[in-house]
C-alpha cells in the first residue's frame, strides 16, 4: 500500500516559469511532510517542509502548500531554472512513534528547459 | 566535515554471496537509517539505529538481513544469501537528534549501487 503518492511520473517546464510537483498521502495520521530533491547517483537532499499546523512555507524560490482536508500538497518552484532539473521526492513523518522515519513517494522527474 | 560516507558506491555480488554495506555518518551524529530504493521506486525505510541499538527496524525484511551501529566504526547493512531481487540503491542518512527535528536534519549518503548477478 502506497501511503505517500506522486502520480506525475516526470514534468517538463521552460526556464523562467513556475514548476508544480504534486503529493497525496493516505494517512491522515501523518503530521510532518517534507521535500527532496535527488540528482542521478547521489543521495537526496532535504529541500523544504511544513508542518501539519500550517497549509504554506516558503523558502526562496520554493514553496509548499499543504491542503489537510484533501490530504494533498504540492511544491511550487518560481522561477525554474535548469539547475532544478532532478528527481523530486516527497515524503512524510511516520505517525506513529517519533523515530524520524519517513515514507517517500515514487518521485517525480522535473526537466527544466533553457 | 565530510558528509555521510558509504562505500562501497557500487557492489556486484553473485547469488547467495553476502553482501556488506558500510555507512559512516557525519561527525557528531548517532542516528543513523537505512534506505532501500528499488528501480522506478521511491526509497523505502529499512531501519533506524542509535549507537550500539537497533531502535525500530519495521522495514527490514525478515530474512537475510540485518543492520548495526557499533560504538566504534560504521554502521553495517549485512545481506547473507542475496537474490536478483536485492539489486537496489542502499542509502544511509544521519542525524545528530531523534524524533521530528531528525527529519530536517538528517544527511544522505550518495548510496551503495547492489547488484546481484
Known amino acids: 500500500d502506497q501511503q505517500v503518492k506522486q502520480n506525475s511520473p516526470s514534468l517538463s517546464v521552460q526556464e523562467g516559469r513556475i514548476s508544480i510537483l504534486n503529493c497525496d498521502y493516505t494517512?491522515?495520521?501523518?503530521?510532518?511532510f517534507l521535500w527532496y530533491k535527488k540528482y542521478p547517483a547521489e543521495g537526496p537532499t532535504f529541500l523544504i517542509s511544513?508542518?501539519?499546523?500550517?497549509d504554506k512555507n516558503e523558502d526562496g524560490r520554493f514553496t509548499v502548500f499543504l491542503n489537510k482536508s484533501a490530504k494533498h500538497l504540492s511544491l511550487h518552484i518560481v522561477p525554474s531554472q535548469p539547475g532544478d532539473s532532478a528527481v523530486y521526492f516527497c515524503?512524510?513523518?511516520?505517525?506513529?512513534?517519533?523515530?524520524?522515519?519517513?515514507?517517500f513517494g515514487q518521485g517525480t522527474t522535473l526537466q527544466v528547459k533553457p | 566535515n565530510a558528509g555521510v560516507m558509504q562505500n562501497p558506491r557500487h557492489l556486484v555480488r553473485r547469488r547467495g554471496q553476502e553482501a556488506r554495506l558500510r555507512c559512516s555518518p557525519m561527525?557528531?551524529?548517532?542516528?543513523v537509517y537505512w534506505y532501500r530504493q528499488l528501480p522506478e521506486e521511491g526509497l523505502k525505510f529499512m531501519v533506524y539505529?542509535?549507537?550500539?541499538?537497533?531502535?525500530?527496524e519495521s522495514g527490514m525484511p525478515k530474512e537475510r538481513f540485518s543492520a548495526e551501529f557499533p560504538k566504534e566504526g560504521p554502521s553495517i547493512l549485512r545481506i547473507q544469501q542475496v537474490v536478483r531481487g536485492d539489486s537496489a540503491a542502499y542509502f544511509c542518512?544521519?542525524?545528530?537528534?531523534?524524533?521530528?527535528?531528525?527529519?530536517?536534519?538528517?544527511?544522505f549518503g550518495q548510496g551503495t549501487r547492489l547488484t546481484v548477478v
Open positions: 542518512a544521519s542525524s545528530p537528534i531523534r524524533g521530528k527535528g531528525a527529519n530536517t536534519e538528517a544527511f
Open positions: 494517512n491522515s495520521m501523518f503530521d510532518y
Open positions: 511544513i508542518s501539519s499546523i500550517k
Open positions: 515524503a512524510a513523518s511516520a505517525p506513529s512513534g517519533n523515530t524520524g522515519k519517513l515514507i
Open positions: 561527525k557528531g551524529h548517532s542516528h
Open positions: 539505529l542509535q549507537k550500539e541499538n537497533i531502535i525500530d
